[in-house]
């Protein structure tokens, strides 16, 4: 955010939206930027490789439990199976206008060909950069890369918009806000009657 609550520290501000694009910053966006008057500059989506395996139909993870190898070891197939979830994410951020930098938390069990194989799918799918983070083992040196590309997609041209206004009907709301969420998540919209 560029409007920053503490000027005197800071030309940018930072919020956690909560979980996924597709829940916590649409709410964000639609419904806190609205009522605010903040406007985004710059969206970041944190994923991790482990994470993309999962969604690319590795097996579960139990807590407590070892991981299984293919979690362990290195799996191109996994990882780029499960950036779809990714890309998609990408995409529903696209539709409000914002820039988009994702930030990779990468751990000891990540190969650097995976690390690789994620930013590249990530930055060909529309995001503004693909950072590797290393700040759980290294601290905010671990970031420094990540900061650098959010201050950049931050200072780039910005066109945020709603994905739908409220100077409508309820009714006619009511559908927009439905096709809203069926188009960013992939669904094909209807067109029905109030009857």
């Keep these: 955010m560029k ?40 969206v970041v989506l944190v994923a991790t490789v482990r994470a993309l395996k999962m969604h690319g139909g590795g097996p579960n993870v139990t807590a407590g439990a070892p991981l299984k190898k293919e979690y362990t070891e290195e799996n191109l197939q996994l990882v780029a199976d499960g950036c779809c979830n990714l890309q998609k994410q990408i995409q529903i951020t696209q539709l409000f206008g914002v820039p988009v930098v994702v930030a990779l938390n990468v751990f000891k069990t990540d190969s650097p060909a995976e690390v690789d194989l994620v ?40 066109s945020f918009k709603y994905l739908y206004s409220l100077e409508v009907r309820f009714w006619d709301y009511f559908l927009g806000g439905m096709n809203a969420c069926c188009i960013s998540v992939g669904f094909k919209t209807r067109t029905t009657s109030q009857q």
């Design 3 to 42: 409007k920053s609550y503490s000027p005197c520290c800071s030309t940018h501000s930072v919020t956690e939206a909560g979980f996924g694009a597709d829940i916590g910053m649409e709410k964000f966006f639609n419904i806190k930027c609205r009522a605010s008057g903040l406007v985004p500059s710059v």
């Design 119 to 158: 930013c590249k799918i990530a930055k060909q799918s529309g995001a503004s950069d693909a950072v590797p983070c290393n700040h759980w083992s290294a601290g905010g040196r671990g970031a420094v890369k990540l900061a650098e590309a959010v201050e950049k997609a931050a200072n780039q041209k910005n």
